[in-house]
């Protein structure tokens, strides 16, 4: 059975960090490339992050470049989110995603809300 569990979400004040986790199973993660999307109320859901399979490559949503880091472990089969200097802006679901040329899987997403 295919899971995408995130995990990390919650309330943080502007200027702080969050880290999101995403631990899938039920496929071989080391062959997907994984993203993190968000979506906020009333808006589109947007790309944040992108990494290869093998982490060699990495991109960013513009609104996130120098404060948002993407990783992946393989040998956990965990996908990261390192968010930091938060903005109100950013609150949103995120939600994370495993593609590749067969298959294309979505987690249940986690709430970040950036507030004071």
């Known amino acids: 059975q295919v899971q995408l569990v995130e995990s990390g979400g919650g309330l943080v004040q502007p200027g702080g960090s969050l880290r999101l986790s995403c631990a899938v199973s039920g496929f071989t993660f080391s062959t997907y490339a994984m993203s993190w999307y968000r979506q906020a109320p009333g808006k589109e859901r947007e790309l944040v992050a992108h990494?290869?399979?093998?982490?060699?490559?990495?991109n960013y949503a513009e609104a996130v470049k120098g404060r948002f880091t993407i990783s992946r472990d393989n040998a956990k089969n965990t996908a990261y989110l390192q968010m930091n200097s938060l903005k109100p802006e950013d609150t949103a679901v995120y939600y994370c995603r495993a593609r590749n040329s067969k298959s294309d899987y979505w987690g249940q997403g986690t709430q970040v809300t950036v507030s004071s």
């Open positions: 990494i290869s399979t093998a982490g060699g490559t990495r």
